[in-house]
């Protein structure tokens, strides 16, 4: 008996093996090597000198760390609800069994197949200052020369100077080029959103909204009990992989800031992107691999209160 | 169901905003195939005075598009295949067979599927330098040639296959590995294809990665190179919009050809949550 369970499990390990090591070697022992690697002052010829806990207490003293999050804050408080919003809107458009509905969707969702590398490219052309098609546009709006992804200033700032008050710098908000990145993911992403969305609109069985026309529903009424209770299992995974893909904005700072990228004055400099300048292009690989961890915490602890925050709504149909 | 109200604002928005999504690709375009004097002239033409289709000719001897193009193509290829190898085994086991420690690594491997790409990244690099693979196809491969995303969605297609199948095969004299073979892959079928195209997608779009353990340009996949090419000329947008047209072509193709599939497995993954 002993011995048909031992056969059992070694038939059952052998099918796993090819992906057990693959995984073993480039995703569980990293992570525990990333552990060590944090520990020391690990430069391209390897470890130096063993520092303890010294890079997670530079990190949280790094004001360029803080600015970092601060970017990827704002990033993530302008560009999560915007695109919430917009695709939520236009996935009720869509779900009104109307004509073309493929056409539009294949509109809306050409940005989500194609390369950020290759999209950044072309948006930063639009908003190039002088010559882009973005701000000819806004010229017929008699709206003056914006310099998009040069313009270092908080758009706060922007707002409440003209009535003369004077923001604290933790509050002049996103900087103009850091909303030039924003307006880009929103519409890279939306497509994605929108298709979600809809899926899960068309997953509502129309019998309940039948009932509640009977009982007098009207059109915000069926919207407010109806659709968004039993659409909350799909909020709760857009904002979770909204989350996640704010933190890992990169290729689009990569591409269309600077020179030097992360710029101006640091304004697009996001976690992923000091990372990335900390690991390997300063190869300070034990102090990227403390940046990474915090940010690894960051993630988690959102994800966490976000099931939290929202398992007390859902309502699962 | 009697509408209420017309549809023809619903459509009007729709035009609008959709115009809105499709004009960066229509600029990108039409920048492509002007001359550079053309693409600086301000205000600038909607529509090319003269058609410059010489710069997507033009762009292979200024760059080495061509190399890039095939370095992606065989690295997607060669980890699709590790993928759908490593996968169809293991969804197998998990779908399939009752053994001590299957509910364990099944966890392990949901668990490492939350890790994001940084926490890894740094020592991923040390182990491939330590194995001398930094700058070498094989640091763009092998890495890759496991999804664990993929073996979850075969998993669970694999659970859906009616139990009678397997005692058929099994009172046949069928082996595991030739009912794997010939019974359970066959009928996969749909479910692999959906995989490919989404893998495809991933290593044809795939950046941080590759910028990172590649050095030397005969190396480097697309994503990189266009990306590299886009510092070097920042300014001639003919030539720099000509490269991204062609980057996205080969996936605008495979998207119109696979739309349905493509859409619906993405709205698919999202109910699964």
């Given at each position: 008996?002993?011995?048909?369970?031992?056969?059992?499990?070694?038939?059952?390990?052998?099918?796993?093996?090819?992906?057990?090591?693959?995984?073993?070697?480039?995703?569980?022992?990293?992570?525990?090597?990333?552990?060590?690697?944090?520990?020391?002052?690990?430069?391209?010829?390897?470890?130096?000198?063993?520092?303890?806990?010294?890079?997670?207490?530079?990190?949280?003293?790094?004001?360029?760390?803080?600015?970092?999050?601060?970017?990827?804050?704002?990033?993530?408080?302008?560009?999560?609800?915007?695109?919430?919003?917009?695709?939520?809107?236009?996935?009720?458009?869509?779900?009104?069994?109307?004509k073309g509905?493929?056409?539009?969707?294949?509109?809306?969702?050409?940005?989500?197949?194609?390369?950020?590398?290759?999209?950044?490219?072309?948006?930063?052309?639009?908003?190039?200052?002088?010559?882009?098609?973005?701000?000819?546009?806004?010229?017929?709006?008699?709206?003056?020369?914006?310099?998009?992804?040069?313009?270092?200033?908080?758009?706060?700032?922007?707002?409440?100077?003209?009535?003369?008050?004077?923001?604290?710098?933790?509050?002049?908000?996103?900087?103009?080029?850091?909303?030039?990145?924003?307006?880009?993911?929103?519409?890279?992403?939306?497509?994605?959103?929108?298709?979600?969305?809809?899926?899960?609109?068309?997953?509502?069985?129309?019998?309940?909204?039948?009932?509640?026309?009977?009982?007098?529903?009207?059109?915000?009424?069926?919207?407010?009990?109806?659709?968004?209770?039993?659409?909350?299992?799909?909020?709760?995974?857009?904002?979770?992989?909204?989350?996640?893909?704010?933190?890992?904005?990169?290729?689009?700072?990569?591409?269309?800031?600077?020179?030097?990228?992360g710029g101006p004055l640091g304004t697009t400099k996001v976690v992923m992107y000091y990372f990335y300048e900390q690991s390997f292009e300063l190869w300070r690989l034990g102090y990227g691999a403390s940046i990474a961890f915090f940010a690894f915490l960051i993630i988690l602890a959102l994800t966490i209160f976000q099931r939290q925050f929202l398992e007390k709504r859902v309502t699962y149909a | 169901m009697k509408r209420r109200f017309s549809l023809l604002p619903v459509h009007i928005i729709l035009i609008i905003c959709g115009i809105g999504m499709f004009l960066p690709f229509y600029w990108m375009l039409t920048t492509a195939l002007k001359t550079p004097l053309e693409s600086l002239r301000f205000p600038p033409t909607f529509f090319p005075q003269i058609f410059k289709?010489?710069?997507?000719?033009?762009?292979?001897?200024?760059?080495?598009?061509?190399?890039?193009?095939?370095?992606?193509?065989?690295?997607?290829?060669?980890?699709?295949?590790?993928?759908?190898?490593?996968?169809?085994?293991?969804?197998?086991?998990?779908?399939?067979?009752?053994?001590?420690?299957?509910?364990?690594?099944?966890?392990?491997?949901?668990a490492l599927m939350m890790i994001p790409l940084p926490v890894y990244l740094v020592p991923s690099y040390m182990i491939l330098f330590k194995l001398g693979w930094i700058d070498t196809y094989s640091a763009l491969i092998v890495p890759w040639t496991v999804n664990i995303f993929a073996i979850f969605f075969l998993r669970q297609h694999m659970k859906t296959l009616p139990q009678d199948l397997f005692d058929a095969a099994k009172i046949d004299g069928c082996g595991r590995f030739r009912t794997l073979w010939q019974i359970v892959v066959p009928l996969s079928k749909p479910a692999i294809i959906t995989l490919a195209i989404f893998d495809i997608i991933g290593s044809w779009n795939s950046f941080f990665w590759p910028l990172i353990v590649t050095h030397s340009d005969s190396i480097r996949p697309l994503q990189v190179g266009l990306a590299y090419f886009s510092r070097e000329f920042s300014t001639n947008y003919p030539l720099l919009m000509a490269a991204s047209t062609l980057a996205i072509l080969p996936l605008i193709i495979l998207f119109f050809f696979a739309q349905k599939q493509i859409i619906q497995s993405y709205a698919r993954t999202g109910l699964k949550e």
């Open positions: 008996m002993k011995n048909k369970k031992l056969k059992s499990a070694l038939t059952g390990f052998a099918y796993l093996t090819p992906a057990l090591l693959i995984l073993l070697v480039f995703r569980i022992i990293p992570i525990f090597f990333s552990v060590r690697i944090s520990l020391y002052d690990w430069g391209m010829a390897g470890a130096r000198q063993f520092l303890g806990l010294t890079n997670y207490f530079r990190v949280l003293q790094d004001p360029v760390f803080w600015q970092s999050l601060l970017n990827t804050f704002w990033y993530a408080i302008f560009s999560i609800p915007i695109m919430f919003i917009l695709s939520l809107f236009f996935a009720i458009l869509l779900n009104q069994k109307i509905l493929g056409f539009y969707r294949t509109l809306y969702y050409l940005p989500v197949v194609t390369s950020i590398v290759a999209v950044s490219i072309v948006w930063k052309w639009l908003f190039n200052p002088e010559r882009g098609l973005l701000n000819y546009l806004l010229s017929f709006l008699h709206v003056s020369t914006i310099r998009w992804l040069e313009d270092p200033r908080g758009i706060f700032t922007l707002i409440f100077n003209p009535l003369h008050i004077n923001l604290p710098t933790i509050l002049n908000g996103p900087s103009v080029a850091l909303c030039s990145v924003i307006l880009m993911s929103i519409w890279k992403g939306l497509g994605y959103n929108i298709v979600i969305f809809l899926a899960g609109l068309q997953n509502i069985p129309t019998a309940y909204y039948e009932a509640a026309k009977i009982d007098g529903a009207g059109r915000f009424r069926l919207f407010r009990n109806v659709t968004w209770p039993l659409l909350t299992p799909i909020t709760f995974y857009i904002l979770v992989m909204s989350t996640i893909s704010a933190f890992e904005a990169f290729a689009q700072v990569w591409i269309m800031t600077g020179p030097p990228a | 289709f010489s710069n997507f000719v033009e762009i292979f001897r200024e760059v080495a598009l061509l190399r890039y193009f095939l370095n992606t193509i065989f690295i997607a290829i060669a980890s699709l295949l590790g993928v759908l190898f490593t996968g169809i085994l293991a969804a197998y086991a998990f779908a399939r067979m009752e053994f001590w420690g299957r509910d364990i690594v099944f966890i392990i491997f949901l």
